[in-house]
């Protein structure tokens, strides 16, 4: 085996066991390399298709049960409502609200304005980020706010009638 016989240990003139050569050893580290960078590849893959969210930029926009206008409206939605975007198709938008409801929205009515919705059956807006703070007013489920700013948990919010306090995390969507 005089071509291969670096790949072999040898005891006077018969081979043992074969030894790991540098280009076995090249090999799994380029396999390990490959495989890691297909598992962070995969993991960043995941992060960009975690849940984008979207909110209602107009008045009022309407949630259509298909991909164009010709399509009914299954409900109407105000300024500032947060939506998951499930995927898009050319200047549609399907997506899903806080309550799992799914529909399509035109790219038109949506924008990147951080909001929350609330999803409690009370929901106290305080004049402070502290749960001692004066309470300023109180609204049930489903209304929808811009952010303005976050303090830990606390969320400076915003309605669309210019309403504003301060309400915690835990209470919204």
Request: proline share 5%; hydrophobic share 40%.
């Amino acid at each position: 085996m005089p071509t291969w016989s670096f790949l072999w240990e040898s005891k006077g003139d018969r081979p043992v066991a074969p030894t790991v050569c540098w280009c076995v050893r090249v090999a799994m580290k380029i396999k390990c390399l490959c495989f890691y960078g297909i598992m962070a590849f995969l993991l960043l893959c995941g992060a960009a298709q975690a849940e984008q969210r979207m909110s209602v930029s107009v008045t009022e926009a309407k949630i259509r049960s298909g991909a164009g206008n010709n399509f009914d409206v299954l409900w109407k939605s105000e300024k500032y409502f947060p939506l998951a975007v499930i995927k898009k198709i050319g200047e549609w938008y399907q997506v899903k609200d806080f309550e799992g409801d799914q529909g399509w929205v035109h790219r038109s009515m949506v924008g990147n304005t951080p909001s929350v919705i609330t999803i409690k059956d009370k929901n106290s807006l305080r004049s402070e980020p502290k749960a001692d703070a004066k309470a300023l007013f109180s609204v049930g489920p489903g209304i929808p706010f811009k952010v303005l700013k976050r303090n830990n948990k606390w969320i400076l919010v915003e309605h669309a009638d210019g309403d504003k306090g301060w309400i915690h995390e835990s209470t919204v969507w």
